[in-house]
């Protein structure tokens, strides 16, 4: 339930019909003990940087709601980059 809205934004705004390669990863790592991050990484258009600073998806904004309901929570535990390139988002929860 974590995972799932990021997965649907790639499909819903990532990717223009006209997108010559759509590139889609999802990876999940334990980085140190008892800490999972998950990154999902696409090539899409990404937005603008001045839009990441002033508005939060509903998505984003649910799944902040899901993480602070977990132990070790803090504001960077959801990080989101975006640029011409795409948009990448990392999630890391605590265990």
């Not at 019909?17 to 889609?24: F, I, Q, R, V």
């Not at 008892?34 to 508005?55: A, I, M, R, S, Y």
Request: net charge negative; aromatic share 8%.
């Amino acid at each position: 339930m974590l995972i799932q809205p990021l997965v649907e934004n790639v499909f819903v705004h990532a990717f223009p019909p006209n997108h010559p390669e759509p590139k889609l990863t999802i990876r999940f790592e334990i980085q140190v003990p008892n800490q999972l991050t998950c990154t999902v990484e696409d090539n899409g258009v990404g937005f603008p940087t001045d839009q990441q600073t002033t508005h939060e998806s509903k998505g984003t904004k649910l799944i902040r709601e899901k993480l602070m309901l977990l132990p070790g929570y803090s504001e960077d535990n959801l990080v989101v980059e975006t640029g011409d390139w795409g948009t990448k988002v990392r999630v890391r929860i605590y265990f």
